[in-house]
């Protein structure tokens, strides 16, 4: 596995308990390698980015992201196109 980098041209916003917050978007390979997955800052942290706006956080939910192509795999997790 590999360390969790900045992916610089891409923003998400993020809605927890009605409370909206923009972050930066990270990228860290998943399984073999070969895709990577999508992940906000939360706090301390990083939170797994899912399908139809669903975050690792239950309560958290991703509005909008902007400046990457993604796509879900076969788990529901958000990957680079």
């Given at each position: 596995m ?9 923003q ?7 409370v ?10 998943v399984?073999?390698g ?24 239950p309560?958290?939910r ?8 993604f ?11």
């Amino acid at each position: 596995m590999g360390l969790f980098t900045v992916v610089y041209e891409a923003q998400a916003i993020v809605q927890k308990k009605g409370v909206f917050k923009q972050s930066k978007i990270y990228q860290r390979p998943v399984g073999d390698g070969r895709q990577v997955g999508l992940y906000v800052a939360h706090g301390t942290g990083f939170v797994r980015l899912y399908g139809a706006g669903a975050c690792g956080i239950p309560d958290m939910r991703w509005e909008e992201l902007h400046g990457c192509t993604f796509e879900a795999d076969k788990l529901g997790r958000l990957i680079r196109a």
